[in-house]
């Protein structure tokens, strides 16, 4: 195993800007640890902007769920990591869903629409809600 750093900073102050440290398998040499380093920074960036839409765009994954009760966190953070796949995979799929989710802005206003219908009104699929809201909000037919 091998181990490189990365360390930005402020050439006038020397105030540290960013720091991070990676471990891998690959041998390192000058021109491999800028690739380690580049492939590190992009997939922390990543993983970082995915955090980030659980924990503050409607998600809610920095509430903890488990009140107690033995593995019910788990179970509850299981089902809203699975809830953020579907959703990942509908905006890559879904024309209709893409249309919709971007006439509504915010995730959370997508959230609490979905929470208003499904609340008074009983749709057969997931395709049928879709529609219904592509269609009240008078979208063009994708």
């Known amino acids: 195993v091998n181990w490189c750093q990365l360390t930005i900073a402020d050439e006038s102050t020397g105030e540290v800007l960013y720091r991070n440290a990676w471990a891998t398998d690959f041998d390192l040499d000058q021109q491999s640890v800028i690739e380690v380093v580049a492939s590190g920074r992009s997939r922390w960036k990543i993983e970082n902007e995915g955090f980030n839409v659980l924990k503050n ?3 809610n994954f920095s509430h903890n769920y488990g009140h107690g009760q033995q593995y019910l966190s788990m179970v509850l953070l299981s089902l809203l990591l699975l809830a ?3 959703h990942t995979a509908l905006q890559l799929c879904s024309t209709l869903y893409r249309e ?3 006439e509504l802005g915010a995730r ?3 959230f609490n629409d979905l929470r208003a219908l499904t609340r008074y ?3 057969s699929s997931w395709q049928q809600l879709i529609c219904f ?3 009240q909000l008078d979208l063009a037919p994708g």
Request: proline share 0%.
């Open 100 to 102: 919709v989710r971007q």
């Open 121 to 123: 009104i009983r749709f």
């Open 108 to 110: 959370r206003t997508f």
């Open 57 to 59: 765009r409607g998600y």
């Open 84 to 86: 953020f796949l579907f």
């Open 133 to 135: 809201m592509h269609q």
